[in-house]
């Protein structure tokens, strides 16, 4: 980890936006592999909208076929229009839906395609990706940000091309019936584009406060949560309810401002449409009062005038829709274009056969350029030997790990394993030689025996049951309610600390590597089973390379050699026997346990 | 949901005063297409155009009279809204700090969060909407059929009609289609896990070459997703066309009908038109009321996730000295009955006796006097052992059905030491939670100077304490927060105990010092300095008794060994337990508590156990090796 920087989010303010452009094409590539979808999917769209405002058209003619009086109505005119009205809505109404389930389809191949080509590049990442970006903002854009995307292909794209033609469709609709009535427009058109763009004002920084309020809530409301404990201990409930208190009524009153606004929407837009309505009758009225109109022609205008309006207030939703699916659409390229791990030379050597020997000659590394970690390191452990690696806590020593399993590249100087530099290898073959138990033990959800056996492709449960016994694991898996097969939650939370750490073990223990890398891997479990397992490690390393960083100095003593790390250097090294003769910083650190 | 509704009973005037104004509003809005077809009908006879303009006029103030009053009714819909969750959610997080340990691992504090969180939400959107859009829609759908029953009563039937068939195809499509999502947020849940384990996991994938199997297992679960999505989303896009297209043929019904009604001289055409428009109105309302459906069905799930909690009885009762007394005596009954049929006691099971018994003869000289001990009941053992200042009486446990902790007797002089070591699991930090009364005892007592425990208030008996849990949790805050926590701690009095922390040196290489802002939980500290932070706001205000558990597994031997002289040195007063896994951490301490599962396998100073205790003899020998 790179020290005290911390984590950050992946640069989304560092440079400038990309230009929409470059986000447009990424899309574009996305959408052009289903083009023929696609391209069948706006077919649909413009047919099944120039169908539905067939309708009001034919229901004109049809009120003008009901004459007012008695017995003036002609029927069979009604009957011919009301036919081919329902013929024209069932086909609407099944083009519609066709249409949807066709986006739906488009929009979800198009969502799996771009989860799979996220998940694989992060895969290939280096392990300093990691280390470097906070978990859930990667997961957010796998999740969040790609759903935002799909929601806003899915429905914005149909809906603005379904919104152009009902648009233009219906306008052409209204200058046919009536020109004049068209003036009407006039009014409410200019309306309805100054509301949109003072509540866009207005509104969506609104907006934005609220949602940033919210995630403030969430982050505190997830802390104090998972502190309760510590909370209780300290009786520090009530400055921690005041604290509370205070971000809630924040985030209650951005509620309350955006809603404030907000709320005018629904009815403004109604009113918009009242306001038309009222105009149409009047000046409807007027123009069939002359004989300009039928009856007809203004019920046809009136549904029309809705239709009309209807696209034209969506507009502003629609725009900020598109404005965040596009920045979604950012995040996830930018995550996608992120360097992967480098890859191995063309002709990198498979490593089989491994002895062992591992040898470091003038390396010198760091995580950030101007703050060298490890300088000039020599180093050699012979086939089968102990390398125990010592310090102070943050001196550098899960870096030397980090640079034997080529998870970061040295700066300088060289890595060899079996006299081979470890760049001229490939990784996959590189680290399938080393065996490793992590300070942070890693689980994931599955059965127990699947945890254990996940370095081992094909591993029996004999095997499972031998490594399980070597750390041993066995007695206590036996006595859980399924055995073996007995599933460890996310995070193993139904399992304690060193048996977490004990399961880990058994994993390593499986592997068949020439080298074993310990990295304080049992200062979780307590002595008695350390004991167990150290016995069982000891054949385990029997003819294998071992590098152990341990605080236990009973596992040190036992070293072929011990490397003594102090602020990332390497300040003494030899064995146990030598350095103690030495009495430099090794025996002072040896004798301070008993002070 | 009834539990939450309760939360809006304050409002209930002013929600009936919103109530009274969004129906005028909405009436307005339904006003309109009467006066359209009284105008085509009647005015227009007249042939007189100031007449239509007059009418238009009555239109245009009806349209602005609707926004006025919806706006107006909206905004106090919002306000209620806001304060509901206000206190809704003030209560939940107040009910949340004050669960006892058992129902907090009960409800686990993922699903703590989420209450917290997302099921608010969903109630306070509920809320609002029940109240903008749940309230118009049965006015429009009621104003409606009454308006158009006035003007022409059979093509209202026809209306009428056609909305059982809409309410049929909501009620169809829902019912299959919400569990449908249910599903399918079941299967993205699975994924966003595969995400998680893959970053968290990254070096122990990569180390073992486990990309390929990896991809294969996203793969298979982002199939699994949108086969889902795609089940989901196809049956729900089924509502809009077939909604569309009933209410389509009920308008054509209504021109048919209306034909038969005007050629019989029963109706005007105007009627017909005006119809159309009550047609598009309430067919709004009925789709307003499938997207509420949704809400309302989300937040019925929050609601009850939400009075789970609330509800949840007061665990950990102060108790008064009477109820007190009955318990014991309770215990006692019950502890006799045992002895009488001997059988073993109700809390330990058939292998937890044998070990109970073991233990037994082993302190049989302790067992007879503790025997006389229990029964008087505890009381004469306040004056008689007032020189403890922590004192366990015999104290048994159960997190479920198995012990964990067995017949824990043994005292803490003020301002004396104690260490305890002992395997994984073997029930230490779940002494130092009995202590804390983070759980109760099932039975025994446990007291501080004399008095029980379970009689103090708990914030004061909390603040006694200064202490360091095992995986403790730092806050997003400045350093100087996290070390006073609330409590009345000056900066000189953190300085302090950071220095005896061990952690002036870091803090001070930093360049804001105190004013350090700690990302969320402190991952911008190394293990060590999270450690030592956690120590400094322990020492902080020096606490009548100090716990530390397991603090020191991140610190080097040496920042180990200069902490335990400042702690030795400068805080003689304070009663410290240590729980460590290291002998050198504790040997140096008053006394030494050896845990075997759940029991003391051990009890003394260093030499003593030493002499005595296997358990302790082994533990020592394989750390000190020399």
Not at chain 1, 29 to 48: D, E, G, P, Q
Not at chain 1, 575 to 591: A, V
Not at chain 2, 535 to 560: C, N, Q
């Amino acid at each position: 980890m790179a020290g005290n920087t911390g984590r950050s989010k992946i640069s989304d303010k560092t440079d400038k936006p990309r230009d929409t452009k470059y986000v447009l094409r990424r899309l574009w590539a996305y959408i052009y592999r289903y083009k023929f979808l696609v391209a069948l999917a706006l077919l649909l769209t413009i047919a099944s909208n120039m169908l539905a405002l067939i309708g009001p058209m034919l229901s004109g003619y049809a009120i003008d076929a009901i004459q007012p009086g008695k017995g003036l109505v002609i029927f069979q005119k009604v009957f011919y229009y009301a036919f081919w009205m329902i013929v024209f809505y069932i086909i609407s109404s099944a083009l519609s839906y066709l249409l949807s389930v066709l986006m739906i389809r488009i929009s979800q191949k198009m969502v799996k395609r771009m989860r799979e080509d996220l998940f694989k590049k992060l895969v290939e990442l280096p392990v300093g990706f990691f280390d470097r970006y906070q978990a859930g903002d990667i997961i957010s854009r796998m999740s969040y940000d790609i759903d935002t995307i799909n929601t806003s292909l899915s429905t914005d794209v149909v809906q603005i091309l379904a919104s152009i033609v009902t648009v233009a469709g219906s306008l052409i609709m209204m200058i046919v019936i009536s020109p004049e009535l068209v003036l009407v427009m006039l009014i409410t058109i200019p309306l309805s584009i100054l509301y949109t763009r003072y509540m866009a004002k207005k509104v969506r920084p609104l907006f934005r406060k609220r949602s940033a309020k919210l995630g403030e809530l969430n982050g505190f409301v997830e802390e104090m949560v998972s502190g309760q404990k510590t909370i209780k201990a300290y009786a520090a409930e009530n400055s921690i309810m005041d604290r509370f208190d205070h971000l809630n009524t924040e985030t209650v009153d951005a509620y309350y401002d955006a809603e404030y606004y907000g709320s005018m929407t629904g009815p403004t837009v109604n009113f918009i449409n009242n306001l038309s309505l009222s105009l149409i009758t009047v000046f409807g009225a007027i123009l069939y009062l002359f004989g300009h109109m039928t009856l007809g022609n203004i019920s046809s205008f009136v549904q029309y005038s809705r239709k009309f309006s209807g696209p034209i207030n969506e507009a502003a939703n629609i725009i900020s829709e598109l404005q965040s699916a596009a920045a979604a659409a950012e995040r996830v390229f930018r995550l996608m274009d992120e360097a992967p791990e480098l890859a191995d030379k063309p002709d990198a050597k498979v490593l089989d056969e491994v002895k062992g020997e591992v040898a470091l000659e003038g390396v010198s590394f760091g995580y950030v350029p101007d703050r060298v970690i490890i300088k000039n390191l020599f180093l050699h452990a012979k086939p089968g030997s102990l390398t125990a690696i010592v310090g102070p806590t943050g001196a550098g020593k899960t870096t030397i790990i980090n640079l034997l399993m080529r998870f970061y590249d040295v700066w300088s100087g060289n890595i060899f394993v079996d006299s081979i530099e470890t760049r001229e290898l490939t990784r996959q073959s590189l680290r399938k030689s080393y065996a490793m138990v992590l300070q942070d033990t890693w689980l994931f959800q599955g059965t127990i025996f699947d945890n254990i056996a996940y370095g081992k492709e094909n591993a029996t449960m004999e095997e499972v049951v031998a490594a399980a016994k070597m750390a041993g694991m066995h007695s206590y898996i036996m006595r859980l309610p399924e055995g073996y097969q007995t599933l460890v939650n996310e995070d193993g939370m139904n399992i304690s600390k060193g048996q977490k750490q004990l399961l880990t073990i058994a994993r390593a223990m499986l592997l068949d590597a020439k080298m074993l890398i310990l990295d304080e891997a049992t200062s979780n479990v307590d002595t008695r089973t350390e004991i167990k397992i150290q016995k069982a490690m000891r054949k385990l390393m029997e003819q294998k390379t071992c590098f152990v960083i341990a605080h236990r100095l009973s596992t040190i003593q036992g070293a072929d050699n011990i490397l003594v790390v102090d602020q990332g250097n390497v300040v003494e090294q030899g064995t146990h026997q030598e350095l103690m003769e030495k009495k430099g910083f090794y025996y002072r650190l040896y004798h301070s346990q008993f002070e | 949901m009834k539990k939450v509704l309760t939360y809006l009973k304050p409002y209930a005037i002013r929600m009936l005063f919103g109530f009274t104004i969004k129906m005028l509003g909405t009436f307005m809005d339904l006003g309109l297409p009467w006066v359209l077809a009284y105008i085509l009908d009647e005015v227009i006879p007249y042939h007189e155009v100031s007449r239509i303009l007059l009418w238009g006029l009555a239109m245009i103030l009806l349209s602005i009279g609707a926004r006025t009053f919806n706006i107006w009714a909206n905004r106090m819909a919002a306000k209620v809204a806001r304060n509901t969750t206000e206190r809704l959610r003030h209560d939940l997080f107040e009910k949340i700090l004050s669960l006892s340990g058992n129902q907090l691992d009960y409800y686990t504090i993922p699903s703590l969060e989420s209450r917290m969180t997302s099921d608010t939400y969903n109630i306070h959107s509920m809320i609002g909407m029940m109240q903008r859009i749940g309230v118009r829609a049965p006015i429009i759908l009621i104003g409606g059929i009454i308006i158009t029953s006035t003007l022409e009563p059979v093509l209202t039937l026809v209306l009428v009609g056609v909305l059982p068939f809409l309410a049929l195809i909501v009620y169809l499509v829902s019912k299959k289609g919400i569990p449908l999502y249910m599903v399918q947020q079941l299967a993205v849940d699975k994924m966003v896990r595969v995400v998680r384990e893959n970053i968290t996991g990254v070096r122990v994938i990569k180390a073992l070459s486990k990309t390929a199997y990896e991809k294969e297992r996203f793969e298979q679960i982002n199939s699994e997703v949108v086969k889902k999505e795609l089940k989901a989303g196809s049956t729900m896009a089924i509502t809009n066309p077939v909604m569309n297209l009933v209410f389509n043929a009920g308008l054509t019904l209504v021109i048919i009908v209306g034909a038969y009604r005007v050629n019989s001289g029963m109706s005007a055409p105007g009627k017909i038109v005006a119809f159309l428009s009550y047609f598009t109105i309430m067919l709004q309302a009925v789709m307003a009321i499938t997207r509420i459906f949704v809400v309302y069905s989300k937040a019925s799930a929050s609601a009850a996730r939400i009075a789970e909690v609330l509800n949840a009885p007061e665990d950990l009762r102060i108790l008064s000295a009477e109820e007190l007394e009955a318990m014991i005596s309770q215990e006692a009954a019950k502890d006799q009955e045992a002895q009488e049929g001997k059988t073993c006691q109700t809390y330990q099971t058939g292998q937890e006796v044998q070990r109970g018994q073991d233990a037994q003869t082993s302190h049989e000289g302790q067992q007879d006097k503790d025997l006389k001990a229990a029964d008087d009941l505890g009381y004469e053992d306040k004056t008689e052992e007032s020189e403890y200042h922590i004192t366990f009486h015999h104290v048994n446990f159960a997190y479920t059905k198995e012990p964990c902790i067995i017949d824990m007797d043994f005292g803490i002089k003020r301002g004396g030491t104690l260490g305890i070591i002992g395997s994984t699991g073997s029930g230490k930090t779940t002494l130092i939670n009995l202590l804390m009364r983070f759980y109760d005892v099932t039975s025994g007592s446990i007291t501080i100077d004399g008095e029980d425990i379970r009689c103090m208030d708990k914030q004061q008996l909390r603040k006694k304490f200064g202490v360091v849990f095992q995986n403790d949790v730092l806050f997003a805050d400045r350093i100087y927060e996290n070390i006073s926590f609330g409590r009345d701690i000056s900066a000189e009095m953190a300085q302090e105990a950071i220095a005896h922390a061990q952690a002036a040196d870091f803090i001070e290489a930093l360049d804001e010092k105190l004013d350090y802002k700690l990302t969320i939980k402190g991952s911008n500290l190394s293990g060590g300095q999270k450690q030592r932070l956690l120590v400094a706001r322990a020492l902080a205000g020096k606490p009548e008794i100090l716990i530390l558990d397991d603090s020191s597994s991140a610190l080097d031997y040496r920042t180990d060994s200069l902490l335990r002289k400042a702690i030795r040195e400068n805080y003689t007063n304070t009663t410290t337990i240590v729980i460590a896994q290291r002998i050198s951490s504790v040997m140096k301490l008053d006394h030494i508590l050896v845990m075997e599962d759940g029991q003391m396998a051990g009890y003394g100073t260093h030499e003593e156990l030493l002499a005595s205790c296997e358990v302790y003899k082994e533990i020592y020998q394989s750390q000190l090796m020399s």
